[in-house]
């Protein structure tokens, strides 16, 4: 059903796209009046509604595109978030990882003496020592076992041996121990003192303050030093590798991890510890009387 509605009070309706057509006047003629159309009535047939004109066409179809093209977009942007990894965590540089090689220098040494070294532990104190022979023989310091017969040794991989004191120089201030279980031991290679020169490096090892294991470097500050030892006198080769109180009786030991000296004694300040003044009893004079103890 059509109806006529004049439209008043309102103006003329102006707009690109508005234009009146009078009732059953065709749509391109002027002067008509638009029909208001209502829904059909039931069981009645649509009416087909009438052509859009060109340009409301071309606008509808600009709008399409537009939409379409927007649509498209917003999906691709989503799936281009979807699919995108997140960033990766900023890290701070660092070299390349070292290629795997053997030991060299004082790590090549250290590596070599440290299973010929023992802490030596009695009921007051205690020290180190260092593996002589395959017999289970180690030789100290006299004052880290002094007044001790039994003693007990610990090894590098912490197995506890108990050792009988076997002989003291108390003049030389040296102590020769023999364990029960010599198999677990690896004996020590015995340099010469008489080939160190000053300025040689060398590595004192041992359980400085109880710490087993402790390397430290340093050089032969001097040779034949006159120091007190045993309360005498005696002399020494000087060190400023770095020896503290447990330090006593293990290896000073050169650059091809050979005793050279057997750690003794510090000179410190007043306050106690290391200084970077250290003395070894020279091996030359240690072997042959670790050897008469051992004989007798």
Do not use: C, W
Request: hydrophobic fraction near 40%.
């Amino acid at each position: 059903m059509v109806l006529e509605a004049p439209m008043m009070g309102l103006g003329s309706p102006r707009g690109p796209e508005f234009r009146t057509v009078p009732l059953g006047a065709h749509p391109e003629a002027p002067g008509g009046v638009p029909p208001l159309t209502l829904p059909p009535a039931a069981g009645s047939a649509a009416r087909p509604s009438p052509a859009s004109p060109p340009k409301a066409r071309l606008l509808v179809t600009a709008a399409l595109v537009a939409a379409l093209t927007g649509a498209a977009a917003g999906v691709g942007g989503a799936r281009l978030l979807e699919g995108s990894e997140p960033a990766p965590p900023t890290a701070l540089p660092r070299v390349a990882a070292a290629p795997s090689t053997s030991l060299s220098g004082l790590s090549a040494t250290a590596a070599r003496v440290l299973p010929s070294v023992v802490s030596v532990e009695t009921r007051r104190s205690g020290g180190s020592g260092f593996v002589l022979d395959g017999r289970g023989h180690i030789l100290t310091n006299a004052h880290v076992v002094s007044g001790n017969s039994q003693v007990t040794v610990v090894t590098g991989d912490g197995s506890r041996l108990s050792a009988a004191v076997i002989g003291v120089d108390d003049d030389e201030d040296l102590a020769v121990l023999e364990v029960d279980y010599p198999r677990e031991l690896t004996p020590a290679t015995l340099g010469r003192s008489s080939d160190l020169s000053v300025g040689d490096q060398v590595l004192a090892i041992g359980s400085p303050l109880g710490l087993s294991g402790t390397v430290t470097a340093g050089i032969v500050s001097a040779l034949d030093r006159e120091v007190r030892l045993g309360g005498s006198g005696r002399t020494a080769v000087q060190t400023d590798a770095s020896i503290n109180p447990g330090n006593s009786g293990g290896p000073l030991v050169n650059a091809r991890g050979e005793v050279v000296g057997v750690n003794t004694a510090i000179a410190a300040s007043r306050g106690g510890g290391n200084i970077g003044i250290g003395f070894a009893i020279p091996i030359d004079r240690a072997a042959p009387i670790a050897e008469r103890i051992i004989r007798n």
